[in-house]
């Protein structure tokens, strides 16, 4: 019984050890990647304020049991850059990432199908470029300001249930 109790108190100790780094991980892939943007909103976000969490910061929303980061909602937060130094490998718990209404521009990275859990994301009313990767597959709903034409690259979201291109100036046929 003694062993037994031993046993899960090592592998509760293990488990708060692993939470607190995932943590630590996510609150400095969210600096690194605020450092890169032309923004002067997000005070909030800096490692002073917190205990290694970024679960109070602005637009993050976490797992209560965990700490770990679930939603981020940016929208309309006057965010202007890229997406290239957002380490989407550092949130494996990521559901939902929303930055609509901002001034993002670029390529959305290869690296967003790091994210495995990501099945909605919002990037409409930025000036992102119509290249979509492969790697977004697993979403479920996804919205994009696009312009020109549809991407055929949206052919590869196999698991897509509400696609959102309204808003948007597209020609063709």
Not at 11 to 24: D, P, R, T, V
Not at 95 to 110: A, D, F, H, K, Q
Not at 113 to 132: E, Q, V, Y
């Amino acid at each position: 019984m003694k062993k037994n109790f031993q046993k899960i108190l090592h592998c509760l100790i293990l488990s708060c050890i692993l939470i607190e780094i995932s943590a630590q991980r996510e609150a400095a892939a969210l600096i690194n990647w605020k450092e890169s943007l032309n923004t002067a909103s997000l005070p909030s976000w800096n490692l002073s304020n917190t205990s290694g969490s970024p679960c109070k910061w602005t637009g993050i929303s976490c797992n209560e049991a965990s700490s770990i980061v679930e939603i981020i909602n940016l929208s309309n937060s006057s965010l202007g850059g890229t997406l290239n130094r957002f380490d989407f490998s550092a949130f494996p718990s990521l559901t939902s990432l929303n930055l609509s209404s901002n001034t993002l521009v670029g390529e959305i990275p290869r690296g967003i199908g790091n994210a495995t859990k990501l099945i909605r994301l919002d990037l409409a009313r930025n000036n992102f470029t119509n290249s979509i990767p492969i790697e977004i597959g697993n979403l479920l709903e996804f919205d994009m300001s696009l312009m020109n034409q549809i991407p055929s690259q949206l052919s590869n979201l196999q698991k897509l249930q509400l696609l959102d291109l309204g808003g948007n100036y597209l020609r063709g046929s």
